[in-house]
Nanobody
Framework: QVQLTESGGGLVQAGGSLRLSCKAPGRTYSGPAMGWFRQAPGKEREFVAAIDWSGTNTNYRDSVKGRFTISRDNARNTVYLQMDSLKLEDTAVYYC????????????WGQGTQVTVSS
């Protein structure tokens, strides 16, 4: 079991950008595949993006392709989600988790980080 901590959420206008971070404990981390998920009010949690252990292979849900970029820095035990061209429908609590590729979360959920996009 790995304790993950999400950060970087906030309020942003449509068209703006945010970068989310997901950090695991430790100093050097050759971790498992990781993913970002989100849950909007009244809706089910959904897959957003995933990245493999090497950081070279990624996949995204269709609605964020070309706008979001997932990356990882194993030396810093951190996974990132760069979100550009944000839309109102991106508003949600964002969570990270270990994943069984391609999109299946397998670890415990943390508290997430709130992303709110305004007009």
């Amino acid at each position: 079991q790995v304790q993950l901590t999400e950060s970087g959420g906030g309020l942003v206008q449509a068209g703006g950008s945010l970068r989310l971070s997901c950090k695991a404990p430790g100093r050097t981390y050759s971790g498992p595949a990781m993913g970002w998920f989100r849950q909007a009010p009244g809706k089910e949690r959904e897959f957003v993006a995933a990245i493999d252990w090497s950081g070279t292979n990624t996949n995204y849900r269709d609605s964020v392709k070309g706008r979001f970029t997932i990356s990882r820095d194993n030396a810093r035990n951190t996974v990132y989600l760069q979100m550009d061209s944000l839309k109102l429908e991106d508003t949600a609590v964002y969570y990270c988790n270990t994943v069984r590729l391609p999109t299946n979360p397998i670890g415990p959920w943390g508290q997430g980080t709130q992303v709110t996009v305004s007009s």
